[in-house]
């Protein structure tokens, strides 16, 4: 996920500032976008690889308490790994709950 990110911080404003006067860009010197025309990322991709990164990383938990059990990891590297899949799961937690608020704000909405 923080890959995806990533691609926002080669975003500036002053390299839009030089290309302004082009009609073929936008404000942040990128290729503007027609309407209905797919430019990358969409929501669904994005929420599905969260959840895939959080059940990989739930998972990574799960085997290093194994490994610890078994003998062949210390106690430092299961802490690191269960913690990691703490915030991963509270993170999905707090989306989820803020989908599920906006998703609420939108049915009380009068047509």
Excluded: H, W
Excluded at 27 to 33: S, T
Excluded at 80 to 98: G, H, I, P, Y
């Amino acid at each position: 996920m923080i890959d995806k990110i990533q691609n926002v911080s080669s975003l500036s404003l002053s390299n839009g500032l030089d290309e302004i006067g082009s009609e073929s860009t936008s404000v942040f010197g990128a290729r503007a976008a027609t309407p209905g025309q797919n430019t990358g990322m969409d929501f669904a991709s994005v929420m599905g690889d969260m959840a895939t990164d959080t059940m990989n990383s739930l998972k990574g938990a799960e085997a290093m308490s194994f490994k610890a059990i078994q003998g062949k990891a210390n106690t430092r590297e299961v802490v690191d790994a269960v913690l990691e899949a703490q915030q991963s799961l509270q993170t999905a937690m707090a989306l989820r709950d803020k989908i599920v608020s906006a998703y609420l704000e939108i049915t009380k909405m009068q047509i």
